[in-house]
């Protein structure tokens, strides 16, 4: 039984993974883009699940993840009606998700406010971040098994209700008040005395995914195809737990733009807080910017700084690293230009970084990466090659490589005008 599930699970990984590429044809070509996304996706096994690709397809509003064509992967939608219809549903159901942080807030200070009432006194500590939009979209995707029309403000509600996690303390304490004595002759006297105070000490924290998923009775198959969902559509960047390393001060100067190089494992900062993980795992994003930042305006500005500055203005995805809009959101705020170059092409990279400029870029599952990865294209070679500042290996960012590769690999997905960056 437990390898049919684990079988099952699989079987999921692997649609979901076709499922972007089938809304991605989608979104570009309408039902024939679709079909053809579908043959590439499905191509080794398609006589097996051509059936099953159609009824996916045609019978699941949107199979695909609460709409991912328009409101996820921001790709314009097409004349079909279907189509247009498939992303007006994803974008109310995008508008009912984005309010995921702002209600599990309300649900907090309503239970806080029940369980403060006739206490003179409450000390509160809150840990809220953790349970963000994406991971609300895949739960409740799952939950109504892609129903759109079953997923409403009132469904995020329900789920934010049980996201929400408190428990509380009482305990007494003495205290001095001031009050007004009568004294026998009728003269009055301001006077103190020790009352008896009641304190309630609460504690407030995120239940993780995993909780969340346990206590709606999620089986390993559902749970598979959440993470499936959430990491299709979130972009997971953390890397593995890799140990801090001392990196000390690195400049490349084997290009004409002499590039500081920083590590997000480097011991200064690898263990600094960051999108509910640390610099070190989930970093990659505001190393790849400080890279950019200390190379072009002659500043240091280091990785735990932009980290800080991310999550400030709302560009860590808890859990995940960043939104691709970190990118050249930070690097504008730090006086720099920035050219949302997209997909691109090989030339126009080129031209980009024999003129001194830095590219930097999010790449996708292969040779960088098994989700997604910020890096920085640093130059290239007399013979055409590339040369990179990677966060998480200072061994790849010494190596040549092709510019052919990095096309391949970029995550072509990207939001924000990515996968490519041009900074100068």
């Not at 989608?26 to 053809?36: E, K, L, R, S, Y």
């Not at 984005?98 to 406010?113: F, M, R």
Request: proline share 3%.
């Amino acid at each position: 039984m437990e390898n049919q599930e684990n079988n099952r699970a699989r079987t999921a990984a692997q649609l979901g993974a076709a499922a972007v590429n089938i809304a991605r044809g989608a979104a570009q070509g309408g039902v024939a883009g679709a079909a053809v996304e579908g043959v590439k996706s499905f191509a080794p096994q398609l006589i097996k699940v051509l059936t099953g690709i159609l009824f996916f397809f045609f019978s699941l509003p949107l199979l695909i993840f609460v709409g991912i064509p328009s409101s996820m992967f921001g790709m314009p939608s097409v004349e079909s009606a279907d189509i247009r219809q498939m992303t007006d549903e994803a974008q109310i159901a995008a508008d009912n998700y984005a309010g995921t942080q702002s209600n599990i807030q309300q649900h907090a200070d309503y239970l806080l406010q029940q369980a403060a009432m006739g206490y003179d006194d409450v000390q509160v500590s809150r840990k809220l971040d953790g349970f963000d939009s994406y991971w609300m979209a895949a739960i409740s995707s799952v939950l109504h098994v892609q129903e759109l029309t079953e997923i409403n403000k009132t469904e995020v509600r329900n789920i934010v209700n049980r996201v929400v996690r408190q428990t509380t303390q009482a305990e007494t304490y003495m205290e001095e008040e001031e009050y007004v004595h009568i004294n026998e002759d009728g003269t009055t006297e301001i006077r103190t005395r020790e009352v008896e105070r009641k304190r309630l000490i609460v504690s407030q924290r995120i239940a993780t995914p995993e909780e969340v998923m346990a206590q709606l009775g999620f089986t390993n198959f559902e749970r598979q195809w959440a993470y499936q969902i959430h990491d299709a559509i979130a972009d997971n960047q953390e890397q593995d737990d890799t140990p801090s390393v001392d990196m000390g001060d690195v400049t490349f100067t084997d290009t004409e733009t002499h590039v500081v190089y920083y590590s997000q494992i480097d011991s200064r900062w690898s263990d600094k807080a960051y999108s509910g993980s640390t610099v070190g795992i989930a970093g990659c994003g505001p190393t790849s910017v400080a890279i950019a930042v200390s190379t072009l305006t002659g500043s240091t500005v280091t990785p735990d700084q932009v980290a800080e500055w991310s999550e400030s203005t709302g560009h860590a995805a808890y859990g995940n690293g960043s939104y691709h809009s970190l990118i050249p959101d930070a690097l504008a705020h730090y006086g720099l230009t920035v050219q949302r170059a997209g997909t691109s092409c090989a030339q126009q990279l080129a031209d980009a970084l024999s003129a001194g400029k830095l590219v930097v870029v999010i790449m996708g599952p292969g040779t960088f990466t098994s989700t997604g990865h910020f890096m920085v294209l640093r130059g290239t070679t007399a013979t055409g090659k590339v040369l990179i500042a990677d966060p998480i290996s200072y061994n790849r960012s010494q190596k040549e490589w092709d510019l052919a590769l990095i096309l391949r690999e970029a995550k072509h997905s990207a939001a924000a005008g990515g996968p490519f960056w041009i900074v100068s």
